[in-house]
């Protein structure tokens, strides 16, 4: 079992940032066996986006939508994935998932709401 708990959501203006934390925590089995941790979002009416995502060997990947802007990084020694949101603008508003496969099971965290401000 592997549990995710988002923090750092908020409202900010754009042009603004905000850094989003993903905190791992469950079992130790579980946790090795986790190849990539990624961040989501979904606005109301849309699909659930890939964002950024970070594999367990540290390569990252973005969507198009976020480069130069979004950067998401890890910790390992605190088993927290981050996500480091900058130039925001307001069409970045919305919920933001953390998400880890495990043992070819899906983990999601219950989001955290993101609202840039024009």
């Known amino acids: 079992q592997v549990q995710l708990v988002e923090s750092g959501g908020g409202l900010v203006q754009a042009g603004g940032s905000l850094r989003l934390s993903c905190a791992v925590s469950?079992?130790?089995?579980?946790?090795?066996?986790?190849?990539?941790i990624g961040w989501y979002r979904q606005a109301p009416g849309k699909e659930r986006e890939l964002v950024a995502v970070?594999?367990?060997?540290?390569?990252?990947n973005y969507v198009d939508s976020v480069k130069g802007r979004f950067t998401i990084s890890r910790d390992n020694a605190k088993n927290t994935v981050y996500l480091q949101m900058n130039s925001l603008n307001p069409e970045d508003t919305t919920v933001y998932y953390c998400?880890?496969?495990?043992?070819?099971?899906?983990?999601w965290g219950h989001g955290t709401q993101v609202t840039v401000s024009s």
């Open positions: 469950g079992s130790i089995f579980s946790i090795q066996r986790i190849n990539a």
């Open positions: 970070i594999s367990s060997r540290g390569s990252t």
């Open positions: 998400h880890a496969k495990s043992y070819g099971l899906d983990y």
